[in-house]
């Protein structure tokens, strides 16, 4: 795999009360690594610490140990910005500014000459579905059609890394499919994606690989199919199921749970699995449905949340 | 170089669109045309026949020469807009730090490939280019009905429209100094207003300091007088440079080395204090 191009080792934020006398941990040693062409998630209950690793991978805030780099650049080096584009999550684009003059401003401010930023903003608002309103003042458009501006500002420089907080947030559901597409096609042309979002479907149908966090740790990093994946578990369609095949599955020492007309397996291994089609056969059972048992990510990150945090 | 020119177009665009740019050229105009209405001359072959200043006849000796009349003119009117284009400059830039630091707007400007140092810099300039707009515009207006009236032209009113875009870049740093650390526009104004009316009975400090009982007293008063801006000597010295040797004894005085070192002092003590501070802050 390429080098990653977001690395953040051991992360460390503190932050402290007023006349610092309660220390808050945010981040308590994070590691991260995003590789190009990535789509990156970043889930976890308010407060785990999403928020914070964005603001120090964007000098918004100094970390308290530990480094975090950009394209090589350390993040304290405002060069490391020089190819990252950055949605936050309640984003506020001067409002007096029409669509084109932000992208004026930000583009200019992101080193881009006229020229380019002006192609750019035509080509950008197109995508966007907001060329028509190219000289509409900002405080004229609806939630979503700001979100997909501010997607713009942060698409104007083509930047090789994406920092994404809720973009989908207040965009109608075609939208969010428009969005999801120009990340994707984002990520085919090597640019690494990190996704902060609190809706888990959409990370689910974006991202390929995900980091839950939980009080300031990862509680689970992986690919989504890793992370859904229940193990030995599947699905059976058949019919007829009577209480002898049930009885007989339970003897081979197969779990069996009847839910919905259908049977839920927990097996052994796939040699155990076979076995089962095999009684199945042997009785005259037609089989109509096999299917390892995937949980929605939603039920992943539900589970990491609530287990107990286990104490080094 | 492209930084300044953004945070330029972003400053005169958002004073345009908050009519704060129209508020202030209108004001600046109000000005104008009450002084080309105010004052009426009536110069025969370039000697002052008569004048009119509101439209009460004024008294003119045979001796009274047209220039002096002039630099009189454009000396007394130099120090009206002082004061003027301070109060102006000071509320039509205020909120350019405070806005900036608003959550969710500051994370689009810091997100971009520029040092803290140099966007707080850039947008210092592109405020400052404001006011100085603003600046020049009263002075070469006054400068042109003064000249149609008497069809006389120096340009030392120019170098008072110098001296008001001194004091309003010494004064503009120590708003942006409150705006980072409080990031509000209402504290911003009060306190720079509140900074400039304290300093001006400072001039008198060798007068206060002899009323004083106790040393440590004195020595404060005199410390916080070689501190401050010197906004009452600067204005003299506006009035002082426009009539040049025929000003009087106390503008001559202000016109000194001193009241100028200690304020560009402040002023860029006040930024650096503000660039540090803009630095180490955490959004």
Redesign the interface.
Known sequence: MNEAVIEVRGLRKEYRSSFGRRVITALDGIDIAVHPGELFGLLGPNGAGKTTTV?VL?????ATAGSASIGGRPVAD?????H???L???????N??TAR?AL???G?????ETAAIRSRSVELLEKLKLSQWIDV?VKKFSKGMTQRLGLA?ALIHQPQVL?LDEPTDGVDPVGRREIRDILRDEAKNGVAVLLNSHLLSEIELTCDRVAVLRAGKVAAEGSVEGLTRTGAKYKMVAAPIDDALVAAFRESGAGVDRVNGHLELSVDNVEHLNALVDQVRARGVMLSELAPLRSTLEDVFVDLVKAPEVQP | MKVLVANIEDVFREAAARWTLIAYFCLSSIFIIIFAAAVNLDVVNGALAGAKLFGKEMEVGGSFSIEKLVTGFEGGFASLLYVLSIFMAIFATAHLVPRMQDKGTIDLYLSRPVSRTKLIGSRYLAGLLLAASNVFYLITAVWLIVGWKTHVLHGKIFLAGGLMIFMIASLLAFSFLVGVITSSTGVSIMMTYGLAVFSIPLMAHQKMEAAFSSDWSAYLLRGLYLVLPKVTEIGMAVFGFVLGQNAPEEAQKAMALQPFVTTALFGLGCFALAAVAFKRKEF
């Not at chain 1, 405002?78 to 020089?82: A, G, K, Q, V």
């Not at chain 1, 936050?88 to 001067?94: D, F, L, V």
């Open positions: 603001k964007l000098g918004l805030t100094a405002p060069e490391s910005r020089r990252v584009g950055y936050p999550e309640g984003h506020k684009i001067p007096y500014l003059q004026s401003i930000f200019r401010m992101s080193g881009m003042r500002c920092l």
